[in-house]
């Protein structure tokens, strides 16, 4: 099983970023996928996740921000980040159960 994160950038405060996280070795449909990010010196925090009935979940930092979805046929799950701020700079991780893919790095910075 591995996990592919990407999509991360540089961009101003107010701006949008889509991540990907990419699966292979498993088949989408019958799992959760998470994603979570660490900023520096920090802990790694949960950020959202999307069960295999399509429910969505939300820290409260990122709700009414961020959207989490999944296109099985693709075995790809999204984060949609809107109206960054400075605050959501951190490395990006997607989660399956026990397995991480490797980080997105999201710096939001004038």
């Known amino acids: 099983v591995q996990l592919q994160a990407s999509g991360g950038g540089l961009v101003p405060p107010g701006d949008s970023l889509r991540l990907s996280c990419a699966l292979s070795?498993?088949?989408?449909?019958?799992?959760?996928i998470a994603w979570f990010r660490q900023a520096p010196g920090k802990e790694r925090d949960w950020v959202s996740c999307i069960t295999s009935a399509d429910a969505t979940y939300y820290a409260d930092s990122v709700k009414g921000r961020f959207t989490i979805s999944r296109d099985n046929a693709k075995n790809t799950v999204y984060l949609q980040m809107n109206s960054l701020k400075s605050e959501d700079t951190a490395v990006y991780y997607c989660n399956m159960a026990t397995y991480w893919g490797q980080g997105t790095e999201v710096t939001v910075s004038s």
């Open positions: 070795g498993v088949n989408l449909d019958y799992y959760a």
